[in-house]
């Protein structure tokens, strides 16, 4: 009765409903409204998304579709973005790479920070499991990254392939690959961040409550170190996009005929000296990307501390 | 005297809430490259008092003498080494984590520094929800209007739900944590210098805020300060700490009037007088030496490194924390097995001699800090 006497309260309730406690959501939003580095980034990813994912509808030529006799043309009515050297419309590949690419990326990425995220939390609040997951985390580091990834792809290639399909099976091992090779410096950064938070006393002060270790990791100290898990994030998109280039460029990624941007631009490096567009657009459209998904990354970890938000 | 005497036995007639029983807490000290431990901290090591209901008791010492460490043992914020803590007689130092957390509300914390007590990414509701989203099953009105409760009851103003603990100055982030630590209706708080951080004039506020709530709740406390004035005015009784043993335990008048323990003795000496006239008279007791360390602590008592009355006994036997009168508990060589007035006539002739170091005759015990109670 006594609890909830004061909400009959006229007083209380004219408080109440001038300022109920809204979700933290809103502020981080008008937060991230003010960040003009972040508002163009947003706007930059998601033109480009939309160009990747709409365009092929538009323009509706084949990305695979050979033809010799229109090789190495430059910019055209028929091939805006000129062709590449065995006759194929670069529009359509640059734009059937990024679906490739971005995926990749974006996948990898969230793989990588997933597992980078979870060992570092782990190592780092739990005493007891901090030998065992650094030193797995050493292991990783030291294994040789090239030899590795060879081993997974000629052991898991023809099995994924069989049972999800080429395209989806190589995707889904690539992306396994490359986030399975990438959670280690996240997981380093996030552990020794743990362990300072871990001694702090608003920890102790959860602890006196008697809040249980799963919801001390989820409200006390994840959101606390969300700042490196986004610069480890952003970063981990570029350098996934690229490692995923790397691989196609070894012939153990996607097939040769599949583009993707890191695909275009190694067919493209031979004659950089005599098509040098060939080689700037999946260039650019990489750095673009990776470019918006920082600013992005930057204005959201600004809008998520409230220590700076509404500066 | 007999006034006290009769203040005392009152005190010892009301029910005990918390019962510290030969607390240790040790940390290892290890060393090489195989983390062998070479030895032990011992932050607190074999502290036994008792906290009545609505009582405060007041934890002085110096820095480094164990105070925080005995609080946060107490609340099992550390895994004791060893001992019983029994808060409403149920042990919370061999409790599993299962029912320790069911104690949890019966026992809470306010931190010293109230800047880094508050999670910076929460806002002051959740903060103050937090121990109401733990142990209780409020629908969400009901849960807004207790943490509205509970702001009035320290005063914060209502508007401030929605801001972030940067956004507030000292006294009111420290506000926000006693009313996190009043949620559950606690019935025993630890106060862990909850003023040493704030401004002088936030800390009378701060303080007056404690007492209120003290007697509008019924609230017990464990104040523990190094601010010997601060204690002065809220304790009820007070326990002096040396280098992680109690040497003295008293009721706040008596321990203030005539310390027992040659180390209570120089504590309050240094104490500083208001009134001029007082003070210069006042006699202080200057320690020579530094505290020993913990990890290696003398042979027999404690003290008898720095102690100005100290005797052969001293450096051989530790000396055993015993009732030497009423109410009034003291670990000295100077009062085992005599009548409390022998013990303090040598106690005082003791520092009397050294605190002056010349002809001075033998101070009056508790002159220039008697006054003012």
């Avoid at chain 1, 280039?245 to 695909?263: I, K, N």
């Avoid at chain 2, 943490?147 to 914060?156: F, H, T």
């Avoid at chain 2, 706040?252 to 003795?265: D, G, I, M, W």
Wanted: with cysteine; hydrophobic share 45%.
């Amino acid at each position: 009765m006594t609890d909830t006497a004061p909400l009959k309260n006229p007083q209380f309730q004219a408080e109440a409903a001038a300022r109920p406690p809204r979700s933290q959501w809103w502020d981080v939003w008008d937060q991230f409204k003010t960040h003009k580095g972040a508002i163009v980034g947003l706007t930059v990813f998601m033109l480009i998304l939309v160009l990747i994912l709409i365009g092929p509808f538009l323009w509706r030529v084949d990305p695979g579709f050979v033809e010799l006799r229109m090789r190495n043309k430059g910019f055209s009515g028929a091939h805006p973005l000129g062709t590449d050297q065995l006759g194929r419309d670069m529009l359509a590949r640059v734009m059937a790479g990024g679906k490739v690419s971005i995926s990749v990326g974006l996948t990898a990425m969230s793989l990588s920070i997933l597992l980078g995220t979870t060992i570092g939390v782990l190592a780092g609040y739990f005493r007891r499991l901090e030998g065992p997951l650094m030193r797995l985390t050493d292991l990783f580091l030291a294994l040789p990254l090239l030899p590795l990834l060879l081993l997974m792809v000629t052991l898991f290639r023809e099995p994924l392939s069989k049972s999800f399909g080429p395209e989806s099976g190589i995707f889904l091992l690539i992306v396994c690959a490359i986030g399975a090779t990438s959670w280690m410096q996240t997981a380093r950064i996030v552990r020794g961040e743990v362990l300072a938070l871990k001694e702090r006393e608003f920890v102790l002060a959860a602890r006196s409550i008697g809040t249980p270790s799963r919801r001390m990791i989820t409200r006390h100290v994840l959101p606390n170190v969300l700042s490196p898990i986004m610069v480890s994030a952003t970063l981990g998109i570029a350098s996934a996009i690229i490692t995923e280039s790397a691989l196609s460029f070894l012939g153990l990624g996607f097939p040769p005929d599949f583009p993707t941007w890191g695909r275009l631009l190694f067919d493209a490096i031979d004659q950089m000296q005599l098509y040098p567009w060939r080689v700037i657009l999946p260039g650019v459209a990489i750095s673009l990307t990776v470019l918006s998904v920082n600013y992005i990354g930057d204005g959201l970890r600004d809008a998520l501390d409230p220590r700076i938000r509404g500066r | 005297m007999l006034d006290r005497i009769k203040d005392d036995t009152a005190v010892a007639a009301r029910n005990v809430l918390v019962e510290v029983d030969h607390l240790k807490m040790y940390f290892p000290i290890t060393a090489g490259i195989f983390r062998a431990k070479v030895g032990d901290v011992k932050a607190v090591d074999d502290v036994t008092f008792d906290i009545y209901e609505g009582e405060t008791l007041g934890l002085v010492g110096e820095s480094g003498c164990g105070k925080s460490t005995c609080g946060r043992a107490i609340l099992r914020l550390y895994e004791p080494t060893a001992g019983a803590v029994r808060i409403n007689g149920r042990d919370v130092a061999s409790a599993s984590q299962d029912q320790l957390r069911k104690m949890r509300p019966a026992m809470q914390m306010v931190f010293q520094d109230p800047q880094a007590s508050l999670n910076p990414r929460m806002t002051l509701a959740a903060i103050i929800g937090e121990p109401l989203d733990e142990h209780t099953r409020l629908a969400k009105a009901d849960k807004l209007a207790r943490i509205y409760e509970l702001m009035d009851q320290v005063g914060l103003n209502r508007n401030f739900a929605n801001r972030y603990p940067h956004e507030f100055s000292g006294g009111q982030r420290q506000r926000i944590g006693i009313a996190r630590a009043l949620a559950l209706n606690p019935k025993f708080i630890v106060c862990d210098e909850p003023i040493a951080a704030l401004d002088v004039s936030i800390q009378a506020q701060v303080v007056n805020l404690l007492e209120e709530l003290q007697d509008r709740l019924g609230l017990t406390y464990l104040f523990i300060s190094h601010d010997l004035s601060m204690v002065r005015h809220i304790a009820d009784r007070v326990a002096v700490m040396y280098l992680g043993r109690i040497v003295e335990l008293a009721p706040r008048e008596a321990l203030f009037a005539e310390p027992l323990h040659p180390y209570t003795q120089a504590l309050l000496s240094a104490v500083p007088e208001p009134d001029p006239n007082q003070e210069i008279n006042r006699r202080r007791i200057i320690l020579t030496g530094d505290v020993p360390s913990p990890a290696n602590p003398p042979k027999g008592c404690n003290f008898c490194t720095r102690c100005p009355a100290v005797m052969p006994i001293c450096r051989q036997d530790e000396p055993t924390y015993q009732e030497v009168a009423p109410g009034r508990f003291v670990a000295c060589h100077h009062y085992a097995n005599t009548t409390m007035t022998a013990g303090l006539t040598a106690a005082a002739e003791a520092s009397g001699q050294n605190a002056s170091g010349t002809k001075t005759p033998t101070v009056p015990k508790g002159q220039g800090i008697q006054q003012g109670d």
